[in-house]
């Protein structure tokens, strides 16, 4: 394990557990080494390998877009376990180029380690649960590394299906599933016969393994409609539009039945289902006008339109939010503003700040900590001022908690303006047609 990408397994632990508060992993591979290409879903760009990396107890090197290997970031992506893929566009002499990668691939493997592919290839613009055709580069680099090392060792592929609340807001959920492995030696036989029947066959197994890790919304005229649903029952995943003390796996189910009943059905052709999908992008379009979320309608039709929760909070926590806005508000804004100019896609923009808010935070409070140590922490603890660098320590390790305390109060602040406006207006039309909504999906929508 070379030495960044320990850093990073220590460090992104600690920053995921921060950015997803619930995690789980299932069927989580039991080893560090074990010779596997896991072959993962793609749903959030950047931040799928660190997920991945930080959650997984499998080591492993990750095949990476070429086009990011600039001159300067080489020796921080070797050291971080990464490995160029060349597409067509990225270079001429792709096929060369790949040859090289595919070497290295199958050192890595033949050493015991692992790869980790994301087998779609792309992310889309906007989160979606479903999974996009699986290509067949994991299979090639599998069957190339036995070739390689003449069937000497076995060599695996496994589906990994990460699961997100949504990858861009703050306080979600992720959920990891893991399949069981495939050996590529069992197919040692036919691929001698037929390597292209073996590749493709096996490709679309993959890919059905894939599909039974995720959410897979097979119609993507209808993808919207899954996630309509589960917000309004708060069964599902949505960060905000779920009930929390369902347990994750739980709504995990439930998301993942959702879908596999939509695949089962011909949607375009039931009349009742496609009124009702109509009807609920007509309902959440007019929140959106109105500046109005689910979860506040949601809390006034169960009758718990009080802002007391808002009010205690904001009265309470506002010195802890003082702190983090003084620890973490400049380096913040200051990724932000990097990442927001820098890339012009958004998928990219929460894990790259992640990153750099996780760097910038660090930097900045050093040099704060180090004189809260010698003016605050010294005087605080005579006589006993040598504990004093332990306690600085230990304070600089928790400055996320009060960062984040501030990003809450904030969202807070804006639940309570919010709550106090929607006191003011007539909400019995809306709260209506919501219920409405919800025994018609229970009268129609069976999974």
């Known amino acids: 394990m070379r030495f960044l990408y320990l850093l990073l397994y220590i460090t992104l632990n600690y920053s995921l557990k921060i950015y997803f508060p619930r995690q789980k992993v299932l069927k989580r591979p039991r080893k560090f080494f074990g010779r596997t290409i896991y072959v993962s879903n793609h749903a959030s760009s950047f931040m799928d390998p660190l997920v991945h990396g930080a959650r997984q107890k499998a080591i492993v090197f990750f095949m990476t877009r070429s086009d990011i290997f600039k001159p300067m970031l080489r020796p921080i992506l070797w050291m971080a376990h990464m490995l160029p893929i060349f597409r067509q566009h990225d270079n001429e002499d792709t096929k060369a180029k790949n040859d090289e990668t595919f070497d290295k691939t199958a050192k890595v493997l033949s050493g015991g380690r692992n790869l980790l592919i994301f087998g779609e290839g792309f992310t889309d613009d906007v989160f979606i649960r479903r999974l ?22 076995k060599i695996y592929v496994a589906a990994v299906g990460i699961n997100y609340g949504d990858p861009n807001y703050l306080g979600s959920d992720v959920l990891i599933s893991n399949s069981e ?33 995720i959410t897979h919304v097979a119609n993507l005229k209808w993808v919207f409609f899954h ?3 589960t917000r309004l029952l708060r069964d599902g995943l949505h960060p905000e539009d779920s009930d929390k003390s369902i347990p994750l796996q739980q709504r995990w189910e ?9 695949n089962e059905q011909s949607l375009d052709e039931q009349e009742e289902l496609v009124t009702l999908k109509k009807d609920l992008e007509i309902h959440f379009s007019s929140l959106k006008k109105k500046h109005i979320k689910e979860k506040y309608l949601a809390d006034f039709a169960s009758g718990h339109g009080s802002r007391t929760k808002e009010f205690i909070y904001l009265a309470t926590l506002w010195p802890i939010a003082l702190l983090g806005l003084v620890h973490c508000l400049v380096p913040y804004l200051l990724a932000k503003k990097f990442v ?25 409070n050093i040099p704060l900590v180090m004189l809260m140590s010698k003016f605050l922490f010294h005087p605080l603890l005579d006589p006993y001022t040598a504990y004093a660098g332990w306690v600085a320590f230990v304070y600089y390790l928790l400055i996320p908690f009060p960062g984040v305390a501030a990003y809450y109060y904030k969202r807070k602040y804006e639940d309570f303006k919010v709550k106090g406006r929607m006191k003011q207006m007539d909400l019995d039309g809306m709260l209506a047609e919501r219920e409405q909504l919800i025994s018609r999906i229970r009268q129609w929508v069976k999974y």
């Open 254 to 262: 439930n998301s993942r039945r959702l879908a596999l009943w939509m």
């Open 340 to 364: 927001e100019k820098s890339f012009k896609r958004r998928v990219f923009w929460s894990s790259v700040k992640l990153m750099l808010g996780m760097l910038f935070i660090g930097l900045w």
């Open 227 to 229: 996630e309509h649903v």
């Open 132 to 153: 996009k055709p699986v290509k067949k580069g994991a299979l090639r680099i599998g069957f190339g590394a036995l070739e390689a090392i003449d069937w000497k060792k």
């Open 181 to 213: 492995r495939i050996c590529l030696n069992d197919y040692r036989e036919a691929y001698a016969e037929a390597p292209n029947k073996v590749i493709n066959e096996l490709t679309k197994k993959v890919e059905k393994m894939m599909q039974e890790q």
